[in-house]
């Protein structure tokens, strides 16, 4: 009875180690982001009126990736013509004026509000595709 509780408690010691190991080896941030990431930031994106299947972010620099210029929408079955917008929030900055679905997709420009290069801390996303 004695040698159980003993293989018990050993058994159970291990489970709680492997547990725990396992829980603080998990895996974090990586290096490796592609160049249409944000690194050290997350931007929620909203869309009305269509499927949009992904998001692409262009910058005005490239090193630091703080200043976005440039947006490229990508849709799932929507038609060519469709006009876009989009519109930021969270920053500060301009305004991005989007083309029209083309082969689904819409390629958003950046238009300065004074003279910076791009919109600066963007958090949040809304397009409209109508």
């Known amino acids: 009875m004695r040698k159980s509780s003993k293989l ?10 492997f547990a725990g190991g396992t829980a603080l080896t998990g895996t974090g941030l990586a290096t490796t982001a592609g160049d249409t ?4 930031g997350q931007v929620s994106q909203s869309v009305t009126g269509a499927t949009l299947s992904a998001v692409n972010y262009g910058f005005a620099d ?7 210029n440039s947006i490229t929408l990508t849709f799932t079955d929507t038609a060519d ?3 876009v917008t989009a519109v930021p ?7 991005f004026n ?22 600066t801390d963007l ?6 595709a109508s």
């Open 89 to 95: 929030s969270g920053g500060t900055g301009g305004t």
């Open 81 to 83: 013509g469709v006009a």
């Open 98 to 119: 989007c083309g029209v679905v083309t082969a689904g997709v819409s390629e958003c420009t950046y238009t300065a509000a004074a003279t910076e290069a791009g919109y």
């Open 123 to 128: 958090s949040s996303l809304a397009v409209t």
């Open 8 to 17: 018990i408690t050993a058994v159970a010691v291990a489970g709680l180690a």
């Open 37 to 40: 990431q944000f690194i050290g």
């Open 62 to 68: 490239a090193e630091a990736k703080t200043q976005v």
